[in-house]
């Protein structure tokens, strides 16, 4: 009877043990950060639609890597490098998530996928009832996004990374993902993972900081709603096709974000029901759920032992945690601006994490004072915040790509 | 026109035309001027852009007694 060599029955284990200690340190580690994604999501602690398709796939590929010849270990889910037409063509044959991640991922297809159906999710009338306060928020809302790149390149990371990870700022995980793949190709993996990380723990994390920059009576703020216009649909379709218009041709490189998340507040004013149900389900879930596995299977040993990764994670929480405080001082000057009628908890919706951060405001308001209904406001900040993180997201691409 | 944009149409068009200018000064005449002309002309379209867009914003605005009344009717 030959000898059963065990190792030979569990490959994964056997190049496990032959990898250098480092990458098999890692590939440990990946494994449990992926199970640990995969809890939290399924507790509720993170997002749920994201870590858990990410954390399976984080752990299942660390786990599953084989022995593809001699000499070469590697696994059967995808080659992110693979970009010779002959070498494509061979892995588009053998990995079974290449196809996704060749004509969906690598050209930014996924991430306007999810814009169409952030822009079916969100009604721009919210923006259109006070244009000029969401303007003001929103913009003060993009703090992260400017200070950060400075931070950045201070810390020496070239312009066109530095502007990636800036983006991280504008806590709009597509946006951070078509950024990085247009400015840093080879940090898109890490940039794009830490934001949709960061974002996850906004939702916790962003309490805390409206707690300590608003003091308990302006949170309870009442705001007047009897006064709040009825935008027409007309009125909501012209704004949307002449907005996207002009920032395309002023930005032309970022059309596509501006041309999804319009053309999915057109199909919402215009009401055709097939649609509007087709994009803001199957294809914002479906996006969302091969967006989180493919990051997950993306996010092997390898990329995080790259030591920007450290510095990447630091910038990041650099950017959320800048773009928060920027829009409560948003929220402070309009506030002020207002003659102490607006509350001043709205301006952390200006962080475009549509409708989380809204939802943020609201939940404060309304633990302060049970009569405080801001959402209206907090839905329009957001929506103006996704409008200015794609003008940024346009300019940093426009001048740096 | 009036059906669609309600009674304020004048802000929807006079907006639209200079945000449309402002895009024709930062994409087609700044790239032609060389010099400290040429950014002035770049500063200014994007400017022209941006006043235009807060012209547009100004015809969805109603007074109070209009809230909740159908836009479009007066």
Known sequence: ?401 | MKRVLGERRNYWIAGTAIAFLGAALVRLISPEIEGTLGWVTLGGGHFLVIAGLVIIVFGTRRRPEDAFRPAGET
């Not at chain 1, 935008?231 to 059309?255: D, H, N, R, Y």
């Not at chain 1, 053309?263 to 215009?270: C, F, K, P, Y």
């Not at chain 1, 809204?358 to 405080?372: G, L, S, Y």
């Open chain 1, 1 to 401: 009877m030959p000898e059963i060599e065990f190792l030979q029955i569990f490959q994964g284990l056997a190049t496990l043990l032959a990898a250098e200690p480092v990458i098999a340190l890692a590939r440990v580690a990946l494994i449990c950060l992926g199970i640990a994604f995969v809890y939290l999501g399924v507790k509720g602690t993170l997002e749920p639609l994201i870590m858990i398709p990410m954390g399976f796939g984080m752990s299942s590929v660390n786990a599953g890597v084989l022995a593809l010849s001699a000499t070469k270990t590697g696994t059967l889910f995808l080659d992110p490098i693979a970009s010779d037409p002959a070498q494509l063509m061979d892995a588009l044959q053998i990995n079974f998530l290449q196809p996704i991640y060749t004509f969906s991922f690598s050209n930014g297809l996924i991430a306007v996928l999810i814009f169409f159906g952030i822009g079916v999710l969100s009604d721009i009338g919210y923006m259109l009832i006070s244009p000029m306060r969401c303007m003001i928020i929103a913009i003060f809302a993009e703090l992260g996004t400017v200070l950060t790149f400075p931070i950045a390149v201070a810390l020496g990371l070239p312009l066109n990374e530095a502007a990636a990870i800036a983006m991280v700022g504008s806590a709009d995980a597509p946006m951070v993902l078509y950024t990085s793949l247009l400015l840093a190709r080879d940090l898109f993996v890490p940039i794009t993972i830490v934001a949709y990380l960061y974002l996850s723990l906004a939702y916790a994390g962003y309490p805390y900081l409206v707690r300590l920059m608003v003091p308990k009576r302006l949170r309870g703020l009442v705001m007047e709603t009897k006064s709040i216009p009825n935008i027409s649909k007309g009125e909501k379709i012209t704004f949307a096709v002449i907005t996207s218009t002009l920032l395309s041709f002023l930005f032309p490189v970022a059309s596509p974000l501006f041309m999804g998340f319009f053309l999915g507040i057109i199909i919402r004013e215009s009401g055709v029901k097939p649609f509007i149900e087709f994009i803001g389900g199957p294809v914002l879930y479906g996006a969302t759920f091969f967006l989180g596995l493919l990051l997950g299977v993306l996010f092997e040993a390898s990329t995080i032992l790259d030591p920007k990764v450290i510095l990447l994670l630091i910038l990041g929480i650099t950017a959320l945690l800048l773009s928060g405080i920027g829009g409560i001082i948003g929220g402070y000057v309009v506030y002020w601006m207002s003659g102490k009628t607006f509350n001043p908890v709205i301006g952390i919706a200006g962080v475009s994490c549509l409708p989380t951060t809204a939802k943020v405001a609201q939940k404060e308001a309304r633990a302060a004072n049970k009569f405080a209904i801001i959402l209206p406001w907090a839905m329009g900040a957001s929506v103006s915040g996704v409008i200015t993180s794609a003008i940024i997201a346009g300019i940093y691409v426009s001048l740096l790509r």
